[in-house]
């Protein structure tokens, strides 16, 4: 079985995009999703994002769409239960300028001993609990 990541919601965004700088790495790491090279853990606010995002854009379809396809790829969805809400308001006292919701994500993924994260997102460097992965640098390592 392939190392489980967990997906930050940019990676499906950017897939489903304009042209954009990391769309095209942001489509390779869903390639390496579907051919199973990499095991997807997302949780319920990956979810909500996307259709947030898309809802806000006025193409609220192409959300839905996408968020059945993270659906249907994932290995597990957790949820933010109770135990995770506490963990990320610890987290934004330790780090401040983090940002609310990668300090949920971060906080599933911490109880739920998740060590990595594919994300575009530069915020989730601000703190050793977690490995962020860049898609840019994905693509050009095999070894992930």
Known sequence: MSKPYFIDSNIFIYSKGKEHPLKSPCINILQKIYEGNILTITNTEILQEILYHFQSIKKIQIGIQLAKEVIRI???????????????LMLLEKYPKLGTRDAFHSATMINNDIKEIISTDSLSDLFSEITRIDPQIFKLKSNY
């Open 74 to 88: 994932s290995y597990r969805i957790l949820p933010v239960i109770e135990k995770d809400l506490s963990q990320a």
